[in-house]
């Protein structure tokens, strides 16, 4: 049974993987406005008149 | 979602985009309003980001409200052919704009914001302080991110041995899922734990005994005990409750930031303040609210009168008293041309400012709150918190140090001992302290400034329910001065002579009356200058000066005028009222303002009256007045002993001073013009404020005139939300009982642990916030009043 600890490991490294993401995520500022991204999806942009770059 | 797109047809005028594409949208004003972004030294300090091609501004448009609004904000491009891409961030009520140096300026920008009707507001403090509060607030993130993947996979871990893993039997994966909780723990206690350990250090360097003290004791124990545990193989520990708690923490500090944003969509109560500036725009004047003041803003400032925001001295003689800022009451002489900081109050005659920046309510409210007018006071009050926490501190102690003493001394059984100790710290949650007090008051204050009753902070509150003796100005505090009435009918002008009306005045001393008048903040000459006709010019005064509780004079021309008191004028009808004239000696008349009692002031001085458990509150009128009106005052004061006239603003604070010594707690109530010593003096000192522009940092709180008649609502809120507090802390003691009889057992099982902290603690979130909540809807105030800015 000592498969466990490989499971175990392995597991937390994958976990671990996730825990960086969020971290990175959160440095680059993806969390800082929750409201407004919902609100952008929605508006209906006429693709020719659209912002360059 | 839908309905807010709808309504804001009617108020955003995007609708105006589509045939104005490519037109140039900006008003000449608002492009010289913002004539000072061309300074490359301004544009410099603004700019995010600046290439040739491409630069990056973030603007503050606090009047953006809705959907259709961002729609606007983000279509920026098409206003003006230089903006490359515009990002809004709504919380924040920022736009990002990228735009092209070569083909427009920060200066039209800005202009054309204003002219869609987003001006921003700049305030370089603000902007300089918001990195940082941003970057506090990803510390937490990061830390709630780290905890939550501890606590998982230490909860994951711990199973095993809830369900029945047995030490001898599987003694390898005991000892290896206790080292695994082990190192996974340490960058919770290291990092995510950090803040409060170091908040109870700093406040026992103090010798300030802070609420963190005992939850980093708890902390500690909880990991310290654990560590050891499984270091010597002798148990599992308790790293999924330590981490667990941790967690809640967080999340409760992370909950209540996102609750004070969420305020700062309506105005967060913390920086709101209450007063109003008077702003000369094109010729007209108007009162606005501060947060409605933008840089570039005129304003007047009249004598006695607080400067709102930095600005620069326009025109005019300025001595600004800056005691509010730094302490100093000798007033600082101003020259046309230097700036003003704001803070400042103006001694003397109407000055005019223009203001380069916006106003930092939260600066103000900073100021308030600070130094300089920190009463002695402090020393003898114990807020419910402080006492709570050093309550709870000194049991968990003694219960701590009578368990060791039991076990080891009387049982000699020296490993329970540690064990009971141990458990005691770990169980033991001051919660109730640290999340209903916060959450509650929280909500309290909010709540009441909603609905025009401003207090400094929360422990004026404690102090306002704990009055004995009330004492009321009164004029312009329990009178008032806004009627149906016009006002020419409520100034009646009685000359010399005995005639009945302002006939009996050649024009040019009524222009210098209505000129000196006009310079002046008192209710008195804001009425006779209302009273006066509309069509008479304002002429120049010089050597204007202001004695409270007396009266104005100045020179107009080659006359002396003074308007005031009868002394004060020279003249001899004392047995009289009212305002006097005198002209180079000579007394003209006088000026009978009638006035008028606020509506609600029975009910509000029988609330104050009558017994609340077991003590009453004794009520007193002091008025500056002869005692002309007796007899009416009588109907709200019957008893004699209470009323008081002819009281200079000195003795006002005398007789506070000796009510004190008699043991009372004053509570007093002015009209902040020439009472700020009174003010300071009362354990709680209201500013009942008609027309918001005379704020007196003295006092600890700001009662909107209109809302006078609510106090008997707010008090009681109050109290009752006091009394849901004292509540909690019942259902926060009966969770500890529980929690510490299986620990003085030293039956503490990490599973009981585990459940009962988390319960305990979430129990108390919801009984403070949904009670409060509930009590707010059932005093009525819950629902926003329909005015919400103060009236001028």
């Not at chain 2, 001065?481 to 024009?507: K, N, W, Y």
Request: glycine share 8%; hydrophobic share 45%; net charge neutral.
């Amino acid at each position: 049974m000592k498969i466990m600890l490989f499971l175990i490991l392995t597991s937390l490294l994958v976990a671990g993987g996730f825990l960086a993401a969020y971290l990175w995520a959160a440095r680059t500022g993806q969390f800082e406005d929750d409201e407004t991204p919902a609100i952008r999806v929605l508006f209906d942009d006429d693709p020719a008149t659209e912002p360059g770059k | 979602m839908a309905y807010d797109i709808l309504n804001a047809h009617d108020l955003c005028q995007f609708y105006a985009l589509a045939p104005g594409a490519g037109k140039r949208l900006t008003n000449p004003l608002h492009e010289k309003t913002f004539a000072w972004l061309d300074d490359p030294q301004m544009a410099e300090h603004l700019l995010d980001f600046k290439q040739e091609r491409r630069a990056k501004v973030r603007f503050h448009l606090p009047d953006m409200h809705c959907a259709a609004c961002i729609w606007l904000l983000e279509h920026l491009y098409r206003l003006d052919a230089g903006v490359l891409r515009s990002t809004v961030n709504f919380p924040q009520k920022t736009v990002s704009i990228d735009f092209d140096p070569t083909q427009t300026t920060l200066r039209r920008l800005a202009a054309m914001l204003a002219s869609v009707g987003y001006p921003p507001h700049f305030s370089l403090a603000d902007a300089a302080s918001q990195p940082q509060a941003r970057r506090g607030g990803r510390r937490l993130l990061y830390q709630i991110g780290l905890t939550g993947f501890v606590m998982g996979n230490v909860m994951l871990l711990s199973f095993p041995e809830y369900l029945g893993l047995q030490r001898e039997h599987d003694a390898w994966f005991f000892g290896v899922f206790g080292y695994l909780n082990l190192l996974l723990s340490v960058p919770v206690l290291l990092f995510a734990a950090r803040d409060y350990f170091v908040s109870a250090w700093n406040g026992l360097k103090n010798k300030h005994l802070n609420i963190d003290l005992p939850v980093s004791l708890g902390l500690f124990m909880l990991f310290a005990r654990s560590a050891f545990e499984v270091l010597t193989q002798t148990g599992a520990g308790y790293f999924d409750s330590f981490v667990a708690l941790v967690f809640l923490l967080l999340c409760g500090k992370w909950f209540q930031q996102l609750a004070f944003h969420r305020l700062s969509f309506e105005r967060d109560f913390r920086a709101y303040f209450p007063i109003a500036a008077t702003r000369r725009r094109q010729q007209r004047e108007e009162a606005v609210a501060l947060d409605a003041l933008a840089a570039g803003d005129m304003i007047l400032v009249r004598n006695g009168e607080l400067v709102p925001a930095d600005g620069v001295l326009a025109r005019g003689v300025a001595r600004v008293d800056y005691s509010f800022v730094t302490g100093e009451s000798e007033p600082v002489a101003v020259a046309e041309g230097e700036k003003i900081f704001a803070g400042g109050k103006q001694c003397g005659d109407l000055i005019e400012v223009v203001l380069t920046r916006t106003v930092s309510q939260s600066y103000l409210t900073q100021l308030w709150n600070d130094e300089a007018f920190r009463p002695a006071r402090q020393a003898g009050t114990d807020y419910m918190a402080d006492r709570a926490g050093r309550w709870f501190t000194y049991l968990t102690l003694g219960i701590g140090g009578l368990c060791l003493l039991y076990w080891w001394v009387w049982r000699g059984d020296v490993a329970t001992a540690i064990n009971t100790f141990t458990a005691v710290f770990m169980v033991a949650c001051p919660c109730a302290i640290a999340v209903s007090i916060p959450f509650t008051m929280g909500n309290v204050l909010r709540w009441l400034s909603r609905h025009g009753f401003y207090l400094k902070n929360a422990q004026v509150v404690e102090r306002l329910l704990d009055v004995d003796a009330v004492v009321f100005d009164k004029t312009g505090t329990i009178t008032t001065l806004h009627t149906t009435d016009a006002a020419a009918e409520r100034v009646q002008f009685e000359a010399v002579s005995g005639a009945g009306t302002m006939a009996g005045i050649s024009p040019a001393a009524l222009t210098a009356i209505k000129s000196l008048c006009y310079r002046s903040n008192h209710p008195l000459s804001r009425q006779i200058y209302a009273a006066l006709p509309a069509e008479l010019p304002l002429t120049a005064v010089t050597d204007f000066s202001e004695t409270p509780g007396r009266g104005v004079q100045g020179r107009v021309g080659q006359h002396e005028l003074r308007l005031g008191s009868a002394d004060f004028t020279g003249a001899d009808m004392v047995s009289k009222n009212g305002v006097f004239v005198a002209m180079d000696g000579a007394v003209l008349g006088r000026f009978e303002v009638a006035h008028h009692y606020r509506p609600g002031l029975r009910a509000v001085l029988d609330f104050f009256r009558a017994p609340r458990s077991g003590r009453s509150a004794t009520v007193f009128l002091l008025s500056g007045d002869h005692d002309r009106e007796r007899a009416t005052l009588h109907t709200y004061f019957p008893d004699d002993d209470t009323l008081f006239f002819e009281k200079k603003p000195a003795e006002k604070l005398d007789f506070i001073k000796k009510l004190q010594g008699a043991g009372r707690r004053v509570l007093f109530f002015g009209d902040g013009l020439n009472d700020a010593g009174a003010l300071r003096q009362a354990e709680v000192g209201v500013v009942v404020s008609e027309h918001a522009n005379n704020f007196t940092p003295a006092s600890d709180a700001i009662l909107r005139a209109d809302a006078f008649g609510r106090l008997p609502q707010f008090l009681g809120f109050a109290r009752q939300n006091l009394r849901l507090i004292r509540a909690s802390f019942g259902v926060a003691i009966l969770y500890n009982i529980m929690g510490l009889s299986y620990a003085v057992t030293g039956a503490l099982s990490p599973l009981v642990a585990a459940v009962l902290m988390p319960v305990s603690s979430v129990t108390l979130v919801l009984i403070g916030t949904a009670g409060s909540h509930w009590l707010a809807r059932h005093w009525g105030l819950a629902a926003p009043p329909d005015k919400s800015h103060p009236d001028g």
